[in-house]
Nanobody, 116 residues
Framework: QVQLVESGGGLVQAGGSLRLSCAAS????????MGWYRQAPGKQRDLTATITGGGTTIYADSVRGRFTISRGVAMNTAYLQMNSLKPEDTAVYYC??????????WGKGTLVTVSS
């Protein structure tokens, strides 16, 4: 079992920045990839960014060049640095972890609101 806790969401003006954090606990030695999905009101949950244990990163086209995903030295923490935020980035951001067994775990989400 892996538990995930997100932090860092909040209200920010367009053009501003926020940094999300995700702390994993439990069977962290099984984690391969970590990342972030987001779900805007009335929309499906979509991949925002992911990072593998080897450091490979993948970004959604809508955030590439503005968001940066990273992992802590201990590999049990993931960060999402969000710059040049836009109102369309408003969503609940969910941290996820994928284990080497293919199991996905999810955090409860953190709300990011970008005002125009």
């Amino acid at each position: 079992q892996v538990q995930l806790v997100e932090s860092g969401g909040g209200l920010v003006q367009a053009g501003g920045s926020l940094r999300l954090s995700c702390a994993a606990s439990g069977s962290i030695f099984t984690i391969n990839a970590m990342g972030w999905y987001r779900q805007a009101p009335g929309k499906q949950r979509d991949l925002t960014a992911t990072i593998t244990g080897g450091g490979t990163t993948i970004y959604a086209d809508s955030v590439r060049g503005r968001f940066t995903i990273s992992r802590g030295v201990a590999m049990n923490t993931a960060y999402l640095q969000m710059n040049s935020l836009k109102p369309e980035d408003t969503a609940v951001y969910y941290c996820y972890a994928q284990t080497r067994y293919g199991v996905h775990y999810w955090g409860k989400g953190t709300l990011v609101t970008v005002s125009s």
